[in-house]
C-alpha cells in the first residue's frame, strides 16, 4: 500500500508540471503601403484581410516592417514630414509615434523581434543589407551584411531563429554575424514587397505578398510557400508589413484543481496509514 500511495504523489506531482496550455493561434496584422498606411488584421484560414485602423501623425507608408514587443505594434518605413521612421502604432486611434529616423536610412523593409533579448532586427538596405538591432527606445547597432537582399524578417522566439525572406527565397541570418544561409526557394516570386511573421503559438511562419496580397504559410525546412487565400477579392491592398500579436499561455484550471485534490487526497490517506502502522 505505501508504494501505490507513493506511486500516486509522484504521478500527481508530475501532472502538475504540464498543467499550461496554449489558447489558441495568435492574431494576424498586417499594415499597407499606402497613403497614409492601413493595419489590418488577417484570417489565417482564409487570408482574407479587415481593415483596423489607418494611421495618423504621418504622411504615408512605403515598403513597411511590422512587429510587436510586448503588446505594443512597431513599424518601420512610416514617412513623417522629414524623414522615414520607426515608431509605434496605437491600434485603437492609429497614432503613430516616431522613434528615430532609422539611422538616416530610408529602406528598413523589415522588421522582427526577439522577445527574451527585448530587441528588434532590421535590415538597412541603404547601407549595403546591413543587419542592425534595435532597442524599443531606438538604439541602433550595426552587426553584419547578411550578403542579400532581404525584404522581410520573421523571429521564430521558440528556437531562436531568425528568418529572412527576399526575392523569393527563405534564408536563416544569424543575429551574431549578420549572415544570412539559404533555406530554399518559396516558390513564388515577391520581390522585396513582402511581410514575414512567425506565430510561436502555431509555431507557424506566414508570409504576405504585397504585390499579388495574398498570405501563405511557409516551410522553415524546405523554404516552400503554401497559399492560404487573398487578402481582398475587390482588389489589390498593398500590405507588405506582417506581424502576429501571440496569445499568453495560460494555465488550464480545471485538470490543475483536479491533480491538487489528487495529491492532497494522497497525502491525507497516506498519513492515516503511517498513524495506523505505528499504533
Not at 489565417?44 to 505594443?72: C, H, I, Q, Y
Not at 535590415?123 to 531606438?138: H, M, Q, R, W, Y
Amino acid at each position: 500500500m505505501t508504494r501505490s500511495f507513493g506511486g500516486s504523489l509522484l504521478f500527481a506531482a508530475a501532472m502538475l508540471g504540464f498543467s499550461s496550455v496554449p489558447v489558441s493561434a495568435g492574431v494576424i496584422y498586417g499594415l499597407s503601403s499606402s497613403t497614409p498606411g492601413t493595419v489590418y488584421t488577417i484570417d489565417a484560414a482564409t487570408g482574407a484581410a479587415t481593415p483596423v485602423v489607418s494611421l495618423t501623425g504621418n504622411d504615408d507608408t512605403s515598403m513597411v516592417g511590422l512587429e510587436f514587443l510586448n503588446g505594443t505594434l512597431y513599424a518601420t518605413d512610416v514617412f513623417t514630414p522629414s524623414s522615414y521612421t520607426f515608431g509605434t502604432i496605437d491600434l485603437g486611434t492609429g497614432a503613430f509615434t516616431p522613434i528615430n529616423d532609422q539611422g538616416g536610412s530610408f529602406n528598413w523593409w523589415s522588421l522582427a523581434a526577439d522577445p527574451t533579448a527585448g530587441l528588434f532586427y532590421a535590415v538597412d538596405f541603404d547601407a549595403g543589407n546591413n543587419l542592425v538591432s534595435v532597442t524599443p527606445g531606438g538604439v541602433i547597432t550595426g552587426i553584419g551584411f547578411t550578403g542579400v537582399d532581404i525584404g522581410g524578417l520573421a523571429f521564430d522566439s521558440l528556437n531562436g531563429i531568425l528568418y529572412g525572406v527576399g526575392n523569393g527565397d527563405l534564408y536563416t541570418i544569424d543575429v551574431a554575424t549578420g549572415l544570412a544561409t539559404l533555406v530554399g526557394s518559396t516558390g513564388a516570386t515577391f520581390g522585396f514587397r513582402v511581410g514575414l511573421a512567425y506565430d510561436p503559438d502555431t509555431a507557424t511562419l506566414f508570409l504576405n505578398g504585397g504585390d499579388n496580397d495574398s498570405l501563405y504559410t511557409v516551410n522553415t525546412a524546405t523554404g516552400l510557400a503554401t497559399v492560404v487565400g487573398p487578402s481582398s477579392a475587390a482588389g489589390i491592398l498593398d500590405i507588405d508589413g506582417l506581424a502576429v500579436l501571440p496569445n499568453a499561455t495560460t494555465e488550464s484550471p480545471e485538470p490543475r484543481s483536479l491533480l491538487l485534490a489528487a495529491l492532497g487526497g494522497a497525502l491525507l490517506l497516506l498519513k492515516r496509514r503511517r498513524q495506523s502502522s505505528s499504533i
